[in-house]
């Protein structure tokens, strides 16, 4: 396995170490943690949905919460009331979870929704006017110190030719 080391980027830069320790958590091997299961897609330039598979879960069972750039979604279930029969195989998974998402700055959550066992989470990134990109319109130069000193010459000539006439 290729390890990083970060370190002189936390040395020689000032304002990058929450982006350091993203790319430093993200090397790290995830600790077994695959529940629930999830799939990140873009829906447009800047929107995206992350798509979590809850079977089990009614959407009081569920939070979502964002707070510093990062998404929360929990779940947690109340104990099921004991059910006439015995299990002979239980697949479906419905232990309490909490599965984080780091977002990039001007990414916020627009909706979710729980249909069919899965929870739809809408994210759109709104960059503020200020960082947006703006045209800026070329227009027609005015008088320049050039011109002007230019323009004074000529007006000498004209003046000195006409005395001399």
Same mark, same amino acid.
């Given at each position: *396995? @290729? @390890?990083?080391?970060?370190?002189?980027?936390?040395? !020689?830069?000032?304002?990058?170490?929450?982006?350091? #320790? *993203? *790319?430093? #958590?993200?090397?790290?091997?995830?600790?077994?943690?695959?529940?629930?299961?999830?799939?990140?897609? !873009? @829906?447009? +330039? +800047?929107?995206?949905?992350? @798509?979590?598979?809850?079977?089990?879960?009614?959407?009081?069972?569920?939070?979502? !919460?964002?707070?510093?750039?990062?998404?929360?979604?929990?779940?947690?279930?109340?104990?099921?009331?004991?059910?006439?029969? /015995?299990?002979?195989?239980?697949?479906?998974? !419905?232990?309490?979870?909490e599965r984080r998402f780091n977002l990039a700055e001007?990414?916020?959550?627009?909706?979710?929704?729980?249909?069919?066992?899965?929870?739809?989470?809408?994210?759109?990134?709104?960059?503020? /006017?200020? *960082?947006?990109?703006?045209?800026?319109?070329?227009?027609?130069?005015?008088?320049?110190?050039?011109?002007? /000193?230019?323009? #004074?010459?000529?007006?000498?000539?004209?003046? #000195?030719?006409?005395?001399?006439?």
């Amino acid at each position: *396995m @290729t @390890t990083f080391d970060f370190s002189p980027l936390y040395r !020689t830069s000032v304002g990058f170490d929450r982006l350091a #320790s *993203m *790319m430093n #958590s993200a090397t790290r091997q995830d600790q077994g943690n695959t529940y629930p299961p999830y799939n990140i897609r !873009t @829906t447009g +330039d +800047d929107h995206y949905q992350i @798509t979590m598979a809850v079977a089990g879960f009614a959407e009081g069972d569920l939070d979502i !919460t964002t707070e510093q750039n990062r998404l929360v979604v929990t779940g947690n279930r109340a104990d099921e009331a004991e059910e006439k029969g /015995e299990y002979l195989h239980r697949g479906i998974a !419905t232990r309490s979870f909490e599965r984080r998402f780091n977002l990039a700055e001007h990414v916020k959550v627009v909706s979710a929704s729980l249909e069919n066992g899965l929870l739809h989470i809408d994210l759109e990134r709104e960059l503020p /006017e200020a *960082m947006k990109p703006r045209t800026i319109e070329i227009s027609k130069p005015t008088a320049r110190l050039l011109d002007i /000193e230019k323009g #004074s010459k000529e007006k000498d000539v004209l003046e #000195s030719e006409d005395k001399a006439a």
